[in-house]
């Protein structure tokens, strides 16, 4: 298969979603309409290496689909990470990246008959945003959705008060965020605890996980435990 061409994005828009994480909106100038499906990524091109393959860093759309040229990224500062480094101190409103996109497999699959279970850590959470509000503006129907999200701190839940609010607007949608490290009135441990006590009964579902590997790798080994095949299991590893 070729390649994707090289695409010229303008930065549109930046806001602070947490102390460490921005969200970056991008316009397409060249293009009508930037088309994707949700759950699909983008590669930035950033010149921070002479090495081609050096310079490459992907992220998932965090944005729906809506006939526009503009894409939302949400990005999280790694303190080790040269990437991130030139993101945030360098990109500002009116500056130019080079990417390729929309890239991967990890999309949303319709019809969505059975309940679906999206599980993840971080900003994991960007590809089922973007799944989400497609399901929400685009009316599909569907069975019970679940966003199982495991983050350390309630100041690092990203999209908290849209999910909340999303949670009491769309019939059969169920926000679950999940803090591993403070004491709070929501559930307070990891994303598998969650998940397994609500697939107890072993009921048909779909699971589609996001996040680093750890969570990932843990998290498909007690899935088909539970006795689900593997191709009920969709994953999109980071890192």
């Known amino acids: ?5 090289w695409l010229t994005g303008k930065i549109i828009r930046i806001e602070d979603e947490t102390a460490l994480t921005k969200r970056y ?13 949700p759950g699909q990524f983008v590669t ?7 090495k081609p393959n050096k310079r490459l860093r992907s992220y998932s759309i965090a944005s729906a689909p809506d006939g526009s040229n503009v894409l939302e990224l949400v990005i999280v500062r790694d303190k080790q990470g040269v990437g991130t480094k030139y993101i945030f101190e360098t990109l500002q409103i009116g500056s130019e ?48 959705l679940y966003l199982i999200f495991g983050c350390r701190t309630s100041d690092t839940l990203l999209y908290r008060k849209e999910m909340t ?46 996040g680093w590997r750890g969570m990932i790798d843990e998290a498909t080994q007690r899935i088909e435990a539970m006795g689900y095949e593997k191709k009920f299991i969709h994953t999109e590893i980071y890192g």
């Open 44 to 50: 930035l091109d950033l010149p921070i290496d002479e």
């Open 165 to 210: 609010e999303l949670e009491a607007s769309m019939p059969g949608f169920h926000y679950i965020p999940t803090l591993s490290r403070e004491e709070w009135e929501g559930h307070i441990g990891y994303v598998h605890e969650v998940y397994e006590s609500l697939c107890a009964n072993k009921q048909p579902a779909v699971f589609y996980l996001c």
């Open 97 to 144: 990246v080079k990417f390729r996109g929309p890239q991967g497999m990890f999309a949303l699959k319709t019809p969505l008959d059975l309940p679906v279970f999206f599980i993840c850590t971080g900003t994991g959470i960007a590809p089922f945003r973007s799944m989400l509000q497609f399901i929400r503006t685009e009316k599909l129907a569907h069975k019970e």
């Open 1 to 5: 298969m070729a390649l994707l061409p």
């Open 25 to 37: 909106w991008i316009s397409v100038p060249e293009l009508a309409s930037f088309d994707f499906k």
